[in-house]
C-alpha cells in the first residue's frame, strides 16, 4: 500500500495530501473551500449544503466557494474528481 503524507496547515490540524489518485483524510470535518465554480455548483446540485462564499485572497477576481464537510462531500468530491476516497480512522 502506498503511504500518504500527513501534513500540517497554520492552525496545526492535519490534513491529507493526494497520492496516486487517492485521497486520505482523517477524521475531522468542519468547512472545506472549492476554488473550482464547476466542482463546487455540481456539488450543491447533489445537495450538499453551502456555508457561504468569499473572494480569494491571492486572485480577487475569483471566488471561493465553502461548503459544510461531511464524509458524503469528500466521496461526491472523489468521485467527481476521478479519484478514490478511503477515511483514516
Do not use: C
Amino acid at each position: 500500500m502506498e503511504k500518504v503524507r500527513l501534513t500540517r496547515d497554520l492552525r496545526g490540524e492535519l490534513f491529507a495530501s493526494i497520492t496516486k489518485g487517492v485521497i486520505m483524510m482523517e477524521k475531522k470535518f468542519g468547512l472545506i473551500n472549492i476554488y473550482k465554480k464547476t466542482l463546487a455548483i455540481n456539488l450543491i446540485n447533489l445537495g450538499h449544503n453551502l456555508s457561504h462564499t468569499m473572494r480569494n485572497r491571492n486572485n480577487p477576481t475569483y471566488q471561493v466557494f465553502v461548503l459544510h464537510d461531511t464524509p458524503e462531500l469528500r466521496e461526491d468530491m472523489a468521485r467527481l474528481t476521478n479519484n478514490k476516497y478511503r477515511e483514516v480512522l
